[in-house]
């Protein structure tokens, strides 16, 4: 059974495809894929009863299928997620090949990958079922025509030389793009009357750099690395931060979250512990919810990381955004296995 059209613009309807191939090198993107995909078909009623999310590293290709053909429970449709999916196993690929053919009308099958081998045999059949959706990185030239259309779906209005300059700052980062748009909307009024202007995206994306540390090192603690690096692309590319003085603002963040967590651990109180570290109050329950998430000994570890860091940015040993990369990636590791 092939599928007709735009696989992604049919959830605009409110008709979901019974499967999906998503993947490509804008994250940004393939998250918000997904997470339409879950909205139009998750009703709010027996979730719980028509969820299956399977990680490809350790899922067998027969129990995804099997639960692909499972009917829903009390509601339309069921959804099956599987992340990872360049890494199933596909011994069993010709029982996919053969699903692929004759999917499950009340089931919606969405596999997610970072990319997919466009050669194999079974992309081929994602391709032909109208089902494979890849998000690659936009060419710099298109960045200020596609940051006007997403102003728009936003209700809001940029100016021409506006979207080429927070293009300027942004790059390719379409998912930047779209997080500045967020705040430049705020900072205009959703009810304005008027356009985004280039002084607007020079002063919006200048004003919040600790509150963009703070989110950052949230996204880093919770453990989500499409959020932490979302952050640092806006910390280094929207607000044009340069990445030694990004790493110092880590570095005192990580300071002070390192100062905030032996307090709580000598069991001294908010007023002591908020004194010890020498932050306004109106920062202290983020930043000691924050450190309540990390042992002392990951903050300790994150700070290392830091200092190596820095080192490799003095260094010139990797590209800067790459260093920076690697390690707010780093920190998330160390968050989630030393909490």
Not at 36 to 63: C, E, M, P, Q, W
Not at 165 to 171: I, K, N, P, Q, R
Not at 282 to 292: T, V
Not at 298 to 303: E, I, T, Y
């Amino acid at each position: 059974m092939a599928f007709k059209g735009d696989p992604i613009q049919a959830l605009e309807a409110g008709t979901p495809q019974p499967v999906y191939a998503i993947d490509g090198d804008e994250r940004f993107l393939v998250d918000e894929a997904v997470q339409k995909i879950k909205r139009v078909v998750l009703s709010t009623k027996a979730v719980d009863f028509n969820y299956d999310a399977f990680d490809g590293r350790t899922a067998f290709l027969a129990r995804i299928i099997d639960a692909a053909q499972t009917c829903p429970v009390f509601a339309d449709r069921r959804l099956v997620v599987v992340t990872q999916a360049d890494k199933l196993n596909l011994d069993a690929s010709e029982n996919l090949l053969a699903y692929l053919k004759d999917p499950n009308p009340t089931s919606v099958l969405v596999f997610v990958a970072a990319r997919f081998d466009a050669r194999t045999k079974l992309y081929k059949a994602f391709q032909k079922a109208g089902a494979a959706v890849r998000f690659d990185r936009p060419r710099p030239r298109e960045m200020p025509d596609l940051i006007r259309r997403r102003a728009q779906a936003m209700g809001t209005s940029i100016e021409g030389p506006a979207a080429r300059a927070l293009a300027d700052a942004v790059g390719t980062d379409l998912g930047g793009a779209i997080q500045a748009l967020e705040v430049l909307a705020l900072y205009v009024g959703p009810n304005s009357g008027r356009a985004i202007t280039v002084q607007d995206v020079e002063q919006a994306t200048s004003v919040t750099k600790e509150e963009s540390i703070f989110a950052l090192v949230d996204a880093i603690g919770s453990g989500d690395h499409s959020a932490a690096l979302r952050g640092l692309h806006g910390i280094l590319g929207v607000s044009r931060e340069p990445p030694l003085r990004a790493l110092a603002m880590i570095a005192r963040h990580y300071r002070n979250l390192l100062r905030a967590r032996s307090g709580l651990d000598a069991g001294h109180d908010r007023g002591e512990v908020q004194a010890a570290v020498g932050v306004p109050p109106y920062f202290m329950d983020g930043l000691l919810a924050q450190a309540r998430r990390v042992s002392a000994r990951g903050l300790a570890g994150g700070l290392a990381s830091v200092d190596r860091a820095d080192r490799v940015l003095k260094g010139g040993a990797l590209e800067p955004m790459r260093a920076m990369e690697q390690l707010v990636l780093n920190l998330v590791r160390l968050s989630t296995t030393s909490s």
